[in-house]
């Protein structure tokens, strides 16, 4: 398996661009999460799917972030209008069921720089 | 309530010593503590997992102490290396009502001097 797979590594961006960040899960697995992670706050839940269906997105920082799970294999994550403190890396992880069964499994993240 | 507190922040042991990273938490309902290992440019990947039915879990060279009534758990890692040099991050989750809470604590920077 290809593990999670994120894409683009690395986005630069100017203040008030639209930022979308893509994840794919690993096939098979029911729950995908979103987070962020910076050096002052360390890992960041923002939004977790149980079967495409958002359960909890009240780490979302404000209206202007927003994602969708359109199906199983298919994530975004997006930032409008994108900010200098949305600058983070974030990363997109899935674990097939019961949290004793299987561990999160990330991908490489995406390292987001807004100017 | 939903916090977990790391420490230290950083660390530096020498090749063959003993690596020490603590935790500690407050939400009793909390039932899964996994360590997470992070090297740069990578994602988290899991290391050990414990639950609160045991009070140690060795896999090797890494091994988790759990104490429930102080609601604290450790990580060590015996005979460092220099390959061990990496982030780790305790965690701390719960599926409790139905709802999923998966927590980290803010990490710890480990350097392993050869």
Not at chain 1, 10 to 32: A, F, N, W
Request: some cysteine; overall charge positive.
């Amino acid at each position: 398996d290809a593990g999670v797979i994120q894409s683009p590594r690395h986005e630069v961006t100017e203040m008030g661009q639209e930022v979308t960040l893509r994840c794919k899960p690993i096939s098979g697995h029911d729950y995908l999460f979103w987070y962020r992670q910076t050096m002052m706050r360390g890992l960041e839940l923002l939004i977790y799917f149980n079967n495409n269906v958002p359960i909890d997105d009240s780490g979302m920082p404000e209206d202007r972030f927003s994602a969708k799970m359109p199906n199983a294999s298919f994530s975004t994550l997006k930032i409008q209008p994108s900010e200098p403190r949305d600058s983070a890396v974030y990363f997109c992880a899935s674990s097939l069921g019961a949290i004793y069964n299987s561990p999160l499994h990330f991908g490489n993240g995406t390292r987001l720089t807004v100017t | 309530q939903q916090q977990v507190k790391q420490s230290p922040q950083s660390l530096i042991v020498q090749k063959g010593g003993i690596s020490i990273i603590n935790c500690a938490y407050e939400n009793t309902a909390f039932d899964y503590f996994p360590w997470y290992q992070q090297f740069p440019g990578k994602g988290p990947a899991l290391l050990i997992a414990i639950r609160p039915d045991v009070s140690e879990k060795k896999e090797g060279r890494f091994t988790i102490s759990f104490n429930k009534s102080a609601k604290q758990f450790s990580l060590h890692i015996m005979d460092s290396q220099p390959g061990d040099s990496a982030t780790y991050f305790c965690a701390a989750s719960t599926s409790f009502s139905g709802t999923y809470k998966y927590i980290f604590g803010t990490g710890t920077r480990l350097k392993v001097l050869a």
